[in-house]
């Protein structure tokens, strides 16, 4: 059984910064694509950034040059850096892996989300 689990959420000033953490634990054969997506309060879930098996990345226009997405291969983990906040980035934020489950083939495995409040 996979599970992911997020950290690094909370309250911040407008033009501060955070960094969330996921951790994929359980019998996990490779990770693919890693990512993060968000949802405002009547808003559709958006990618937010997305590091590739490669670690190619893509990132929202919206988040170019503020957000940064890395990954550990080592421990199975990868965090999204976010400076310099803005309101609008107030969101729930949800990891994302592809992942590979020994013995199986893979899926899309999804984090429970944390709440990222930027409000001065």
């Known amino acids: 059984q996979v599970q992911l689990v997020e950290s690094g959420g909370g309250l911040v000033q407008p033009g501060g910064s955070l960094r969330l953490s996921c951790a994929a634990s359980?019998?996990?054969?490779?990770?693919?694509?890693m990512g993060w997506y968000r949802q405002a309060p009547g808003n559709s879930r958006e990618l937010v950034a997305l590091i590739s098996g490669g670690g190619t990345t893509r990132y929202a226009d919206s988040v170019k040059g503020r957000f940064t997405i890395s990954r550990d291969n080592a421990k199975n983990t990868w965090s999204l850096q976010m400076n310099n906040l803005k309101p609008e980035d107030t969101a729930v934020y949800s990891c994302?892996?592809?992942?590979?489950?020994?013995?199986?083939?893979?899926?899309?495995?999804w984090g429970q989300g944390t709440q990222v409040t930027v409000s001065s």
């Open positions: 994302y892996g592809f992942i590979r489950p020994d013995g199986s083939g893979y899926n899309a495995y």
């Open positions: 359980g019998s996990i054969f490779s990770i693919n694509a």
